[in-house]
């Protein structure tokens, strides 16, 4: 049960992000419009295999990492950190993926300020996660094993920590020495958002004083494959820049992406008496499933009754919401649809974060959290790239007597939707994210004012 | 091959091994453990093995290996029964 009055404050926060070092460059092409999506060489390379071409990844070289495998082909045997930011014994247990998740903690805590009694104790917990299956190690190891016929232990001995669902959560743990909850929460590509509102339900009931929480999905061509066998998943036609266009007439699909979005959270008052900087204040976490049966479309009603869950009767309207918008074809209409029923047509704005760095899958919600905690710090709204030109008809399931929402096309909604970044007073965000599966989340954010 | 050579061998091998305490690689004998001395985590044994078996050009069997101690000692004269074996 939640403890009244108890709130929960974010007080660090770090990652990786493509095409950037840092969190100051990231934030930095954030609000200046730019695009962090390239085209992917490996993807180019399979040549007519592959359907789509483009991806915000990041590459080991540009993380300062480097992979070693002496002995197991292309299976690493271990991984070298350049900037000695990690030990070599938890950079054995690691996948890439693992090794952007300790970073992103370092960095988190570094915020923070927590001292090293505070983070190794029994009251600090991590809860971070990944929406993929480390494909990369398994691809190699499965090749070795089944295809070249070699001994399992020609796999190497760290196939295990390196693809477990909670390789992440586990590695943080292994590095920092927390002695809280260790765990993570999947749900698909609202896995990120999850992961930061699970860490906030610890804190708000009490369990738990502080929390490093996130998502993480790492560069991995095997990921981007599996999307782009489902034909009309990823986005195809368009220049890198202009590939992720969520609200788009012309959206065709997202960009597949890598990241890393690691945040630390703590008790507000616990932040407060010590002088943290609070970055923001989580009010509200809420979940739920549409509970239609359909595993990849979206659900309006599921939707709705998602935004009853996080503004409850409290009245309190966000000054930007902070959407999923994906790019495809399904996804954005019914998402801004279900904005718009639930906060109307105006005094508010929609910000599009996968605009401008493609869909980071596991750690969507966790970056895009990121980037609504760079909002309140900017006061400035992050855009809906390339969301040139609405739809001016209706949506087809807008045409079919069950519709109970909005009757008006996209096109009805322009001025929600900024393309540029833009000056605005911020002082509470909407988040919300969504996952194949009908799984559905949103938090709250605010300003600090005390 | 002799002994020493082996040792030597392994020695070149742990060199690559970043979990092990490379401070220590200038005094191995026979008797150093793996485990307590070179502060070996117990998972990269089977590494360590897997690279003596490319390095030596010998395939060690199963049993062998569940069997195998931690010291230096154990894996050379697992390296020279499998070469005897042929």
């Not at chain 1, 991984?79 to 890439?96: E, F, G, H, V, W």
């Not at chain 2, 070996?40 to 069997?67: M, R, W």
Request: glycine letters at 10%; proline letters at 3%.
């Amino acid at each position: 049960m939640e403890i009244y009055g108890r709130k929960v404050a974010v007080v660090g926060m770090g990652g990786a992000f493509p095409t950037c070092k840092n969190l100051i460059e990231f934030n930095q092409k954030l609000f200046s419009n730019q695009s962090l999506i390239r085209t992917w060489d490996q993807a180019e390379s399979f040549g007519e295999r592959t359907r789509s071409k483009v991806s915000g990844y990041i590459t080991e070289e540009e993380m300062d990492l480097e992979m070693i495998n002496s002995i197991l082909g292309e299976i690493p045997e271990t991984y070298i950190d350049k900037l000695n930011r990690i030990p070599a014994i938890n950079l054995s247990t690691s996948d890439i993926g693992s090794i952007w998740a300790m970073l992103g903690a370092l960095e988190s805590i570094k915020m923070a300020g927590w001292e090293n009694s505070e983070v190794q104790s029994e009251h600090t917990g991590v809860v971070v996660a990944s929406c993929g299956s480390g494909n990369a190690i398994l691809r190699p190891i499965w090749n070795n094993f089944f295809e070249l016929g070699k001994k399992s232990r020609l796999g190497g001995v760290h196939g295990v920590d390196r693809t477990m669902t909670y390789r992440e959560a586990a590695n943080i743990g292994c590095l920092l020495k927390t002695k809280g909850v260790c765990e993570s929460i999947t749900s698909a590509c609202a896995t990120g958002l999850g992961n930061i509102g699970h860490a906030y339900r610890l804190i708000k009931y009490g369990l738990q004083e502080r929390m490093i929480a996130g998502g993480v999905e790492a560069t991995s061509i095997e990921s981007f494959i599996l999307f782009d066998s489902m034909r009309v998943v990823l986005s195809r036609g368009f220049s890198p820049q202009e590939s992720s266009r969520p609200f788009d007439l012309n959206r065709n699909g997202f960009v597949c992406s890598f990241g890393a979005g690691i945040v630390a959270l703590e008790e507000y008052e616990s932040a407060k008496a010590r002088g943290a900087k609070i970055l923001g204040v989580i009010d509200e976490y809420f979940n739920n499933s549409d509970g239609d049966g359909d595993m990849f479309y979206p659900s309006f009603t599921g939707q709705q009754r998602l935004w009853k869950g996080l503004l409850g009767n409290n009245n309190r309207k966000p000054d930007v919401v902070k959407v999923h918008g994906t790019s495809t074809p399904a996804g954005d209409a019914i998402e801004l649809l279900s904005v718009v029923d639930a906060l109307g047509k105006k005094d508010f704005h929609i910000s599009a974060p996968k605009s401008q760095f493609g869909h980071m899958l596991g750690a969507a919600g966790s970056v895009e959290f990121i980037t609504a905690l760079m909002m309140l710090d900017n006061q400035k709204v992050l855009p809906c790239l390339n969301s040139t030109n609405l739809n001016p008809e209706l949506e087809n399931f807008q045409k079919t007597d069950s519709w109970q929402g909005p009757k008006e096309p996209l096109a009805a909604f322009r001025d929600l939707l900024p393309q540029q970044t833009f000056d605005k007073e911020i002082n509470s965000i909407a988040c919300l994210n969504y996952g194949f599966g009908g799984t559905n989340s949103a938090i709250l954010l605010s300003k600090d004012h005390s | 091959m002799e002994r020493r050579e082996i040792i030597d061998g392994i020695v070149e091998i742990l060199k690559t091994v970043r979990t092990v305490d490379q401070e220590k690689l200038a005094n191995i004998t026979d008797e150093t453990d793996f485990l307590t001395d070179l502060k070996t985590p117990s998972t990269e044994l089977i590494n360590i093995a897997a690279k003596a078996e490319q390095k030596f050009g010998v395939e060690f069997e199963d049993d062998d290996l569940d069997d195998l101690g931690s010291k230096v000692e154990d894996i050379v004269d697992l390296i020279i029964r499998t070469k005897e074996k042929g």
